[in-house]
């Protein structure tokens, strides 16, 4: 694994994509139940900085995510967003926003070295929360986000939840994404 300026965040750069592997166990409102939706993904990842910071000089990746239900054309899913890495911290931060206007930002501490990046946020939380617009709101509201990516060489796997408080049904959901993506293009920082 390097230890680049972009520390564990560096195996990453280039453009990754999936078979119709992936696995999205979320609510379905058209059924009202818990359903699971087999997908793939493409996701490029573009290295930013260095980012100053005060004295602290931050790397980071710019990426862009979308998944599609296995046989259809138009992505369900997209995101934007930064993963950031802080040396001096040894801190993993990422940040994202998705279409219905919801942001997070989650975080957690790991090793330049680091083959498994475990990150967390939570509703309220100063550091690493979660900020959601008020049309989102009124019908549900996201609590608790954790992910865990584990880098293999040319392919990394994640396992996301996402964990969704529904104002018409009042139950809490957790919404779960697992997916396999290999490298399909390399780029250098």
């Known amino acids: 694994m390097t230890t680049t300026a972009w520390g564990p965040l560096a195996p990453l750069i280039g453009t990754w994509e999936s078979d119709d592997d992936g696995i999205d166990i979320s609510f379905h409102s058209d059924q009202g139940k818990l359903g699971e939706t087999r997908y793939r993904e493409r996701t490029t990842y573009d290295a930013v900085g260095p980012v100053q910071l005060g004295t602290r000089t931050l790397y980071g990746l710019d990426y862009r995510t979308q998944a599609w239900?296995?046989?259809e054309d138009q992505p369900f899913h997209t995101e934007i967003g930064y993963w950031m890495w802080d040396h001096e911290q040894q801190l993993v931060v990422r940040c994202f926003l998705v279409?219905?206007?919801t942001s997070l930002i989650a975080g957690g501490h790991v090793t330049p070295d680091a083959s498994t990046l475990t990150l967390s946020s939570s509703l309220g939380s100063p550091t690493y929360g979660i900020?959601?617009?008020q049309f989102f709101t009124a019908v549900a509201q996201t609590t608790r986000f954790d992910v865990t990516v584990t880098l293999r060489g040319?392919?990394?796997s994640y396992e996301q939840t996402?964990?969704?408080?529904y104002q018409e049904q009042p139950t809490v959901i957790l919404h779960t994404d697992r997916n396999t993506?290999?490298?399909v293009h390399s780029t250098t920082a």
């Open 181 to 183: 993506l290999r490298r």
């Open 99 to 101: 279409p219905h206007a």
């Open 131 to 133: 900020l959601s617009s």
């Open 69 to 71: 239900r296995v046989g």
């Open 154 to 156: 040319d392919s990394y």
């Open 162 to 165: 996402t964990q969704v408080e």
